[in-house]
Nanobody
Framework: QVHLVETGGGLVQTGGSLRLSCTTSRRTFGNYALGWFRQAPGKDREFVAASGWSGGNEIYADSVQGRFTISRDNGKNTMYLQMDSLKVEDTAVYYC????????????????WGQGTQVTVSS
């Protein structure tokens, strides 16, 4: 069983930045591909970014490419999503996920989900 906890959400102005964290205390992140999804109010969950278990194989949704950066520290069992140049349309609950691989996560194949953290971007 893998328990994931997201932190770092909050309120930010358009053009600002936030850094989300995802941590597990049960299993090592080194054994899992990791990623982020988001769900805006009234909308389906949307893939955001993914990273392979060894890092270095990063995949981003077109909507966030060039603005968001996924990274991981397997020694601390922590994954990060650095979000820059935030837009109002980035407003959503952001979820940390595990999956078989980065490409699998980008195709909505996932195993475990965190509880989510709210990101709100105001103009």
């Amino acid at each position: 069983q893998v328990h994931l906890v997201e932190t770092g959400g909050g309120l930010v102005q358009t053009g600002g930045s936030l850094r989300l964290s995802c941590t597990t205390s049960r299993r090592t992140f080194g054994n899992y591909a990791l990623g982020w999804f988001r769900q805006a109010p009234g909308k389906d969950r949307e893939f955001v970014a993914a990273s392979g278990w060894s890092g270095g194989n990063e995949i981003y949704a077109d909507s966030v490419q060039g603005r968001f950066t996924i990274s991981r520290d397997n020694g601390k069992n922590t994954m990060y999503l650095q979000m820059d140049s935030l837009k109002v349309e980035d407003t959503a609950v952001y979820y940390c996920v595990t999956g078989p691989s980065g490409p699998a996560i980008s195709k909505n194949v996932t195993n475990y989900w965190g509880q989510g953290t709210q990101v709100t971007v105001s103009s």
